[in-house]
């Protein structure tokens, strides 16, 4: 029996699109989409995750960087302008709201999450919500799938976590867990009725 439920935001509960996001974020700052990419890939998305460049701080590194200026609203739209709601597996998930313990687990950015959770208020009845941003850990690291477990409250083996990048659900099973690549929400329901029985 599988009595906890770990998800995944991102390409889960919500889609992202990175390349509309390094596009639009090119666009801001005068350069190109590949120029972009290396600023956040070489180092700086790691740090963005960790919740080392909190708030407002990511847009004033990338100014500095950069040398042009965005105002605090205008990448506030621009760095959440990739999201759309995965309406389908919102409506799943709701149903799943007091048959099994949910809990969220993602590696994301402080301001991702202003924008997001009050467009999904289903996170409100999760167990609770482990953020990279606040814990300073990572997936694939042990770690953030042990504080996951912690919330969820059930031995590893009664949970399973649902993730669209394969070696993060691979990790998952490393710590005991069932780990399942999500990739649409037929399929997420039909993994869930085959663990569950």
Not at 8 to 22: R, S
Request: hydrophobic share 45%.
């Amino acid at each position: 029996m599988i009595d906890a439920v770990i998800l995944d935001l991102g390409n889960v509960l919500v889609f992202h699109d990175n390349e509309k996001l390094f596009g639009e974020l090119a666009r801001a700052f005068h350069t190109t989409r590949e120029a972009m990419r290396e600023r956040l890939d070489g180092g700086l998305w790691d740090r963005v995750n960790r919740g080392q460049l909190p708030g407002d701080s990511l847009r004033q590194e990338l100014v500095s960087r950069l040398g042009y200026d965005v105002s605090p609203a205008d990448w506030f739209a621009l760095w959440n302008c990739h999201f759309t709601l995965h309406h389908e597996m919102i409506d799943l998930v709701e149903r799943l709201v007091g048959s099994v313990r949910l809990v969220l687990l993602s590696n994301t950015h402080d301001q991702h999450v202003a924008f997001l959770r009050p467009q999904l208020p289903v996170l409100e009845r999760f167990e609770g919500l482990v953020l990279s941003c606040e814990v300073g850990l990572l997936k694939p690291e042990r770690a953030i799938y042990e504080r996951a477990l912690a919330l969820a409250a059930v031995p590893p083996a009664r949970a399973v976590f649902f993730d669209d990048v394969a070696r993060y659900a691979e990790s998952a099973r490393q710590v005991g867990l069932h780990g399942r690549v999500f990739t649409t929400a037929a399929q997420f329901e039909h993994d869930l009725a085959e663990l569950r029985g």
